[in-house]
């Protein structure tokens, strides 16, 4: 009897909330089921394990979604035929994996749309890791075990380490769509992880490039804890010829940044380097903002462009204070139809996926793309050689492939000595184009080829040697 | 380092002090009055930031922070019932009850608004900065600080003369006697949950000026604020507004002489402080 009374009062207290929500008129999404406008139709997934770990990707589809190829049935996979199972892993319990995942989506959704690869679809497993990096072995075997061929994620650097020794325990390829930090290609090198992010090295080697000739003395750096902000703070003083005046470690979920702007202002910095993102990112540029750091300077980084930090700061967001590098320059002036149609896609497949409306583009979409379609594209050469599906045969056709993007006509491939992803990296300022609209584009641009600034084989012997890590590769 | 600059970071961090007591203050009025550690009160901080960002375009800044504390303030009722079974049992079954509710308001919060995080506009007349001799500091934080005082005063002012602030402090010395005077102490409760409640949404309302949450950032709001309560005193009230300041000031000292490791330094007092003056730096010791 007292537990019944306690499921109703916990019933209770989310009605209240409820209705305390509906009076004031403030729900700003509309559910399925209230959406009169919509046909909403329920699908399944053929593998039970896939619909039952999915976070808030519940598998409905609103009909009135409007992909760019008209195609609702993204999850449904057809019994009929052979699939191929890719396996997802992504932090389902954050807001990120609504900005991440709809890459992968899109890529999947296209090739199954055409038809799949030789006659079989591509079927997705999914696994919350909850950004827990002591999840990341344990939802990485259940992803192998549900028969997955090669899987993507996971989303944080900080976990890359963790997925690297995992995918040479298991000889599983693992492609994570993070940044790639020196601490995973020296102390967890695996010949089965690649990395479809940015490489943390080639972005401080572009800015190196991109500062030398504009006699900069001192800068400072904010970074999270862990992962990639460990190469900004230590590559970037080992690098540059300027001095570095301070670096701030902050933790992920950090929104008081207020010290941390007196902090940096204090030793006045020609320019600054952040590797935060998300609430971070829009907290501290907010707090910059107010204090005046970014009234005279520039900062430096890769997580710059969000579509969401712009509409979220709106009148504050710095525009022509922020420089640096991308793999997805979707705010470029003239949009070609077919980036029209890729960035149209993305957020399609993630409005359907994920039930929301209101998403925009993030840059991280790119590097969840390319994880997806480096994935078809190996497993589309090894259908066509006839190949058994195992962790060796897919490396090896991973390190073949090379394909296109519709931002990037210079064909993108994987290097085999680290598995560093050859990619254009396009390098510009932020600045508005239309500050009332709060929409954005790019100034004083240029492109990077990888092979120009990723680190070459020689300079991760002497970081090594310096940091007195045992390379044996 | 210039001294002009070091009164501009106390300055600050008196500011980021008083942020910090906005959002703690609330938790301290039930750790006080009710003897539980409420690990929801973060919830209902994350529900006044969400809350404020969906009404401001309908009811302006300053319908949000007056209506959006009072909205969050009703769930009071619902949230005292489901605590009230658990009242004078271990304090482990009142902490996985907040626990848990804090689960359910955060995924509620959450299934309404996703993966969403934006801020509210400050008003154009809050926006900017005034310069105080040396110091230069922002209208909004000015604002914050005078929000943080009257909240202050209006906290003393209620418990020491108000009828509901007698009751409030006789119940935190003897509860067994409140009750056999005939007060009813769930209405007490409620009436204490509600006045909890606003303030945490008030603290979201206002800190979404400048701050994005997320929309299961609620834990680490409650984390956050544990060390201000701990190190000011458990059971003290009025401890909370000078721990918060202590604590902003060591946040923005600490960035500039030990940035790499600032951020633990709060929770590094709390560890001392429990270990060396476990009743709170701003308590007397019981007798």
């Not at chain 1, 690869?117 to 549900?146: C, M, W």
């Not at chain 1, 993030?362 to 962790?391: P, R």
């Not at chain 2, 308001?105 to 900065?129: E, N, R």
Request: net charge negative; proline share 3%; with cysteine.
């Amino acid at each position: 009897m007292k537990s019944t009374m306690k499921r109703i009062l916990a019933m209770m207290l989310c009605l209240a909330m409820m209705a305390t929500l509906v009076l004031t008129g403030c729900s700003s999404k509309n559910a399925p089921a209230s959406d009169s406008e919509s046909q909403d139709t329920t699908t399944s997934t053929t593998d039970e394990t896939n619909t039952a770990d999915e976070s808030d990707a519940s598998a409905e589809t609103d009909n009135t979604a409007d992909t760019a190829s008209g195609n609702h049935d993204l999850l449904a996979t057809d019994l009929t035929k052979e699939t191929i199972k890719v396996g997802i892993l992504c932090n389902f319990s954050s807001i990120a994996a609504a900005y991440f995942v709809p890459g992968t989506l899109y890529a999947i959704q296209q090739v199954n749309q055409a038809g799949g690869i030789n006659g079989k679809t591509i079927e997705i497993v999914t696994r919350d890791s909850q950004g827990d990096a002591s999840n990341v072995a344990q939802k990485l075997s259940e992803l192998k075990d549900a028969g997955c061929v090669a899987i993507v994620g996971p989303d944080s650097d900080s976990q890359a380490p963790t997925a690297a020794t995992w995918a040479e325990e298991n000889k599983v390829a693992v492609i994570s769509p993070s940044t790639q930090s020196t601490a995973v290609a020296l102390n967890a090198h695996s010949k089965y992880l690649f990395v479809s992010g940015l490489n943390s090295w080639a972005i401080i080697n572009a800015i190196n490039d991109d500062i030398k000739d504009k006699g900069y003395e001192k800068f400072a750096v904010v970074g999270t804890d862990g992962g990639s902000s460990a190469d900004f703070i230590n590559l970037s003083k080992r690098e540059f010829d300027a001095e570095q005046a301070t670096a701030v470690q902050v933790s992920a979920s950090s929104t008081d940044l207020n010290s941390v702007v007196m902090a940096i202002q204090g030793t006045n910095p020609d320019f600054t380097i952040s590797s935060i993102s998300a609430t971070t990112w829009t907290s501290f540029f907010a707090q910059a903002v107010a204090l005046g750091l970014y009234e005279n300077i520039m900062n430096y980084g890769w997580e710059m462009q969000e579509g969401l930090y712009v509409g979220t700061l709106g009148d504050d967001y710095p525009a022509g204070h922020l420089r640096g590098a991308t793999l997805y320059p979707f705010a470029v002036d003239e949009l070609t139809a077919e980036q029209q149609a890729f960035n149209d896609g993305i957020l399609a497949v993630g409005k359907e996926y994920f039930n929301q409306d209101g998403l925009v583009i993030s840059a991280q979409e790119m590097s969840w793309y390319i994880a997806a379609q480096s994935v078809i594209e190996a497993c589309k050469l090894l259908e066509d050689e006839g190949k058994e599906y195992n962790g060796d045969n897919f490396v090896e056709a991973l390190e073949s492939i090379s394909f296109t993007t519709p931002y990037h006509e210079s064909p993108i491939s994987w290097r085999a000595m680290d598995h560093a992803l050859c990619v254009p990296y396009y390098f510009g300022t932020i600045v508005w184009k239309d500050e009332a609209a709060h929409t954005i584009t790019y100034t004083d641009t240029k492109w990077y080829d990888a092979n120009d600034i990723l680190p070459t084989h020689d300079d991760y012997k002497a970081f090594a040697d310096e940091q007195g890590i045992a390379m044996d590769w | 380092m210039s001294f002009s600059y070091l009164i501009q970071v106390f300055v600050i961090g008196l500011a980021t002090g008083f942020i910090y007591y906005l959002t703690a203050c609330g938790l301290s009025l039930i750790v006080s009055g009710m003897g539980i550690v409420n690990v929801a009160q973060g919830s209902f901080f994350i529900l006044g930031v969400f809350l404020a960002i969906s009404s401001f375009d309908k009811i302006g800044f300053l319908g949000c922070v007056i209506g959006v504390p009072l909205v969050v303030a009703v769930l009071a009722i619902p949230f005292e019932r489901c605590i009230r079974p658990l009242y004078g049992k271990n304090v482990f079954y009142t902490l996985l009850i907040t626990f848990a509710l804090s689960l359910v308001v955060s995924d509620v919060t959450y299934y309404i608004w996703g993966s969403k995080h934006s801020m509210i506009p400050i008003p154009q007349v809050l926006k900017g900065s005034v310069k105080i001799a040396s110091v230069t500091l922002p209208k909004y934080y000015l604002f914050i600080c005078v929000v943080g005082l009257v909240i202050y005063f209006a906290y003393w002012l209620m418990m020491e003369k108000t009828k509901l602030g007698k009751l409030l402090r006789a119940n935190m010395y003897d509860r067994e006697m409140v009750i056999a005077l005939g007060y009813n102490m769930n209405v007490l409760f409620i009436a204490m949950l509600a006045i909890a409640f606003a303030m945490s949404a008030l603290g979201g309302v206002l800190n979404s000026g400048f701050a994005s949450y997320d929309a299961k950032a609620a834990v680490t709001v409650f984390t956050n604020v544990m060390p201000i309560i701990f190190i000011g005193g458990l059971r003290n009230m009025k401890a909370t507004l000078p721990s918060a300041l202590l604590v902003g000031e060591l946040c923005a000292f600490g960035a500039i002489l030990t940035p790499q490791l600032y951020s633990l330094l709060p929770a590094l007092l709390m560890v001392i402080v429990m270990l060396v003056r476990p009743q709170g730096l701003f308590t007397k010791e019981a007798k």
